[in-house]
């Protein structure tokens, strides 16, 4: 199984959203019970224990996926070395075709804090790990080949 890459901060963050999914399966588990003891009809044509169903398949679903990448992560520090582009750094690029740049950070496998930040498992965050200050990277960033300069690393 691969290892995701987190940020303290993202996977605290991961951590809390596993426990408000626990949650809302529980909130789902008690309405497909009070569906169940306010109709007879238990399978046929009651809406309160269908949306429970509904409601406690998809939360259900989505503790497994998130305690599965919890499970699967790996904290990283982030690097004092700005020669680099790696987890955790902030970057400005150039966007070569337009001359616009941006700065953002190369963030976590999941980004789930409020920040200005591309995830490294992004296409344009796996386009710049490993590059250096002055390294024109190119490739595929949504629908297009696209062409970056790395103008600095912090």
Known sequence: MPQFLFLREDLEVLEKRIAEASENVQSALRLIGEGAESDSN?????AA???G???N???SSRVQELVNVRSNAKIVEIPRDNSVVKVGKTVTIRDESTGESQTFQIGSYLILSE??????HAPLGRLLMGAHV???????????KRKFTVLSIE
Request: aromatic fraction near 12%; hydrophobic fraction near 30%; charged fraction near 25%.
């Open 134 to 144: 002055g390294e024109v990277r190119e490739g595929i960033v949504g629908p297009l």
């Open 53 to 55: 169903q509904r409601q």
């Open 57 to 59: 398949s998809m939360w």
């Open 42 to 46: 238990t399978w046929h044509d009651n």
């Open 115 to 120: 920040r200005n930040a591309v995830s490294y």
């Open 49 to 51: 224990y269908d949306e």
